[in-house]
């Protein structure tokens, strides 16, 4: 009996958790069809609300990554060009003003006031523009003002903004101590104004210079990649989007020496320095054997005298004019070349200094007297000057009767001539930028009865210095006349990846006899002629002077009919001595010319630009390895190199 | 298979559902091992993933050092090679008042030989 009480209670307590775990496990069941049924629901008809749906998306965040612009290197390799950011730094003054205000808390907002005092003479130390005082003024009446951008400094470097972050306030970051630091990238130049024409450029729409020639090298390309958040509030590459590597730009480098360029630079300055006629002048340093240029220095004033030296356009290239009488050596070079003039002491009648049409024993014609001549005749009671002699001096007189007899009646061969020396036209150039010479044809329609003698000394074609530097390099290189250029190589992350090679622009622009024959003539020049002052220079020089009147504007003529003088006959000079060194052996050709304003004085190539050069020799000679003595035991001397 | 067959193996599953015993009755025990390696795989792929953006992270930050230091190399090249120049020598030399100045005569090389 007892025992089926017993079984009878275990079968209803068998029933009651049956009953419950039947009442669980359809609880169970119901709601999981009831979410089965919401999560078809959703798939089939829920849509979400435009304005939600970006938050349930996973944040992503396009990239780019900027190239950084490749450096513009000397020739060994010092940079004369380099990218960096530079930093400007502002300050939101109104940062955690409204709270303290809110809160009440006065404590607070005084604490702040003070710490941006401590800041202010920390910001005075460190740039030393402004006191303390007046920073101070600035942030608190900024806060005053409630000023959320307020400039404190401008193209600060990266460790000068490290610093600035560790100043009071701004220690705080920037939602309490208000810092706002915006980046820029900037291009460097160490050297500051040293052949910055050279180097160039490229601002917006401005560009210039090597910056610009060689933008696509020094550029880059630039690289994307997308980015996400990670749990951590990271911004980290998304894997499994697509990526651009960005490929940094590669360098450049030059033929430029910076040590020429910095002697040239500094000789050329200190002549026009002394002198507030001069407007501007121009250095070119070629080497002889390559044409490269190991110096091109470009400085001109402003407007007025006054104005601060600078490297304010590439006259070298632009600087188009007749170069008066360095173009003497192009009528030497040609007439000796031809055969016409076999000795450098050939003589010529010196019919008073004036130049008989169509050659020596023509009628005087219309070409303007040679004053020198008069003079020579006068001093030495000779009535016949050699080509030599001539040369000296520089007569015009001897040139354009040289060129109107041997070249009177066929003046196409001159014409030829001065093409072949590539002298009429812009070759291809490292800088874009070199302007066309005008060198007239017979079909020309302001050629007349002088022009031809008139070209032989050096007026009537209009060409830029560089043509002129690079014409005289080719007598240096026994009539090679090399292609100057400016890029040795572009490289990429130190490998060479591009060189460029010397080439020649006219393989023989005359025979090495001629070429010694001309050198012959530009040595006595200097012993004995015009460039005196060169004597003395280190290393033997040889090269002609030149000096040349420019022809005015009509702004500038003021009424005056004659096209080099003014009304009040002022006129516009330049200086010029151009040349190479050492004479026996060249190793560089060299070219300074001075520019003047308007003015009523005279300036000639033999004073101020062969002061230059001469200046610039010495320092080549003490500088360059090429020219280091030897000390062999016992106590001789002899030249390294040999 | 008739309509019936079926529908006594959903009241079959249904109550095996509601009884609790379905796993049993289908031996989901003999893929123990297999559920557990899904699991440890997915574990896996979680755990490596969160390592990724660790790395990734580090990654970031380091091409910033890079750049940091980048940017400080040029600075001071920049710095240095100013210093570097024959002017900038002079002036300096003048300034610290040292009569030394730039040669006037090139520097003579000693040989041995």
């Given at each position: ?19 419950v775990?039947f009442?669980?496990?359809?609880l ?194 630039e690289?994307?990649?997308w ?20 490929q ?41 054997k390559?044409?490269?240029?190991r ?11 006054q ?44 019919n ?10 023509g009628?005087?014609?219309?070409y ?11 001093e ?13 001096i ?27 020396y590539?002298?009429?036209?812009a ?26 003698g ?29 292609k ?55 290393l ?31 006129k ?60 062999r ?10 | ?13 249904l ?12 031996r ?34 380091n ?32 300034e ?18």
């Amino acid at each position: 009996m007892r025992e089926q009480s017993e079984i009878k209670d275990n079968i209803q307590n068998r029933d009651r958790i049956h009953v419950v775990m039947f009442f669980l496990s359809l609880l169970f069941m119901v709601l999981g069809g009831f979410i089965l049924a919401w999560i078809i629901k959703i798939q089939t008809t829920y849509t979400v609300d435009s304005s939600v749906i970006g938050l349930f998306r996973p944040v992503e965040q396009k990239h780019v990554d900027h190239p950084v612009r490749g450096r513009i290197l000397a020739t060994d390799g010092r940079p004369m060009a380099i990218s960096a950011p530079l930093y400007d730094i502002y300050m939101d003054c109104t940062v955690r003003k409204k709270d303290y205000e809110e809160e009440g808390k006065d404590s607070l907002e005084r604490a702040w006031r003070n710490k941006a005092r401590d800041l202010a003479r920390y910001l005075s130390i460190e740039f030393k523009d402004r006191s303390a005082d007046d920073y101070a003024n600035m942030i608190l009446n900024g806060r005053q003002k409630g000023s959320r951008y307020l400039r404190l400094q401008r193209n600060v470097d990266l460790s000068t903004i490290e610093r600035v972050k560790t100043f009071p306030l701004f220690k705080e970051g920037p939602y309490t101590g208000g810092i706002i630091v915006e980046e820029h990238e900037e291009r460097i130049y160490p050297y500051d104004s040293l052949a910055r024409r050279v180097i160039g450029y490229v601002k917006e729409q401005n560009r210039i210079g090597l910056e610009s020639s060689f933008d696509t090298e020094l550029h880059g390309t630039e690289g994307y990649e997308w980015r996400r958040v990670t749990d951590k509030k990271r911004w980290i590459r998304d894997l499994d989007s697509a990526a651009v590597k960005v490929q940094n730009g590669n360098d450049i480098r030059t033929t430029l020496n910076v040590d020429f360029q910095d002697i040239a630079d500094k000789a050329l300055r200190a002549q026009i320095n002394a002198n507030e006629d001069i407007r501007a002048g121009i250095c070119i340093i070629m080497e002889a054997k390559t044409g490269a240029i190991r110096a091109m220095v470009n400085l001109s004033r402003g407007a007025t005298p006054q104005t601060v030296l600078w490297e304010r356009e590439n006259l070298a290239l632009r600087e188009v004019g007749e170069q008066g009488s360095v173009m003497k050596t192009v009528t030497l070079l040609s007439v000796v070349e031809d055969g016409y003039v076999t000795s450098l002491e050939q003589t010529l009648p010196t019919n008073h200094g004036f130049v008989p049409k169509g050659g020596i024993k023509g009628k005087p014609s219309a070409y303007p007297h040679d004053a020198h001549i008069s003079d020579y005749e006068r001093e030495t009671g000779r009535h016949e000057i050699t080509v030599m002699h001539g040369f000296e001096i520089s007569s015009n007189y001897v040139f354009a009767t040289l060129a109107e007899t041997y070249y009177g009646k066929k003046p196409q061969e001159f014409i030829d001539h001065v093409y072949s020396y590539r002298l009429g036209e812009a070759f291809d150039f490292d800088i874009d930028g070199l302007r066309s010479p005008y060198v007239p044809r017979l079909d020309s329609p302001g050629w007349s009865s002088t022009t031809l003698g008139t070209m032989a000394y050096g007026y009537a074609m209009s060409v830029t210095p560089l043509h002129v530097a690079t014409f005289y390099n080719g007598i240096a290189n026994k009539g090679k006349m090399m292609k100057p250029y400016l890029v040795e190589s572009v490289e990429k992350d130190g490998k060479v990846i591009k060189k460029y090679e010397p080439s020649a622009l006219n393989a023989s622009i005359c025979s090495p006899a001629t070429a010694d024959t001309v050198t012959r003539a530009l040595r006595a020049v200097v012993n004995s002629g015009t460039a005196t002052r060169l004597r003395s220079a280190k290393l033997p020089v040889v090269g002609k002077t030149g000096t040349a009147q420019v022809v005015l504007t009509a702004e500038e003529r003021k009424g005056s009919i004659d096209p080099y003088h003014d009304i009040a006959g002022r006129k516009k000079n330049q200086g010029t001595f151009v040349g190479f060194f050492p004479a026996d052996n060249p190793k560089y050709t060299i070219m300074v010319t001075v520019y003047s304003y308007l003015s009523g004085k005279s300036f000639y190539g033999g004073t101020m630009p062969a002061l230059a050069v001469r200046d610039i020799v010495d320092r080549i000679y003490a500088l360059d390895e090429e020219w280091r003595p030897c000390l062999r035991p016992g106590g001789t001397y002899e030249n390294a190199n040999e | 298979m008739s309509i019936k067959t079926v529908w006594h193996a959903i009241r079959n599953t249904l109550r095996a559902i509601r009884s609790g015993e379905l796993l049993l009755r289908i031996r989901a025990d003999k893929y123990y091992m297999h559920i557990m390696y899904l699991f440890l795989l997915m574990w896996m792929t979680i755990l490596l993933s969160l390592q990724v953006d660790k790395t990734l992270a580090r990654v970031g930050d380091n091409k910033a050092a890079l750049e940091r230091l980048r940017i400080h190399h040029a600075e001071k090249e920049a710095a240095l090679v100013k210093l570097h120049s024959a002017s900038a020598a002079e002036i300096r030399l003048r300034e610290l008042g040292s009569e030394a100045a730039l040669p006037n005569e090139p520097a003579s090389v000693i040989k041995k030989k």
